[in-house]
């Protein structure tokens, strides 16, 4: 039961101390999907990013992709966890 109960968890929305939403004028149209092995370009990172909505698709972001969004809770800072795939998400 516990297994059931974190993987529901862990595949449901995204709460708003984790969420990010990109800044005015920018947006993801230009960043592709990733593959099977990750990223085309290896100074990208296969990611998740978590939107107000939900999780993105797996799509490829340099390390600097904080800078293009920010916080849902303007409290919380931008940051990208490393990992296959990686989360891009907000923390204290």
């Given at each position: 039961?516990?297994?059931?109960?974190?993987?529901?968890?862990?595949?449901?929305?995204?709460?708003?101390?984790?969420a990010?939403?990109?800044?005015?004028?920018?947006?993801?149209?230009?960043?592709?999907?990733?593959?099977s092995?990750?990223?085309?370009?290896?100074?990208?990172?296969?990611?998740?990013?978590?939107?107000?909505?939900?999780?993105?698709?797996?799509?490829?972001?340099?390390?600097?992709?904080?800078?293009?969004?920010?916080?849902?809770?303007?409290?919380?800072?931008?940051?990208?966890?490393?990992?296959?795939?990686?989360?891009?998400?907000?923390?204290?």
């Open positions: 039961m516990f297994s059931v109960l974190a993987v529901c968890a862990s595949s449901c929305g995204v709460s708003e101390d984790e990010v939403r990109p800044r005015e004028g920018e947006g993801f149209s230009d960043a592709p999907y990733c593959g092995f990750g990223c085309v370009n290896p100074y990208q990172y296969c990611a998740e990013v978590f939107l107000e909505f939900g999780r993105s698709p797996p799509i490829c972001v340099f390390d600097d992709v904080c800078e293009r969004l920010e916080c849902v809770n303007s409290n919380r800072t931008c940051a990208l966890f490393d990992g296959f795939p990686a989360q891009v998400k907000c923390i204290d």
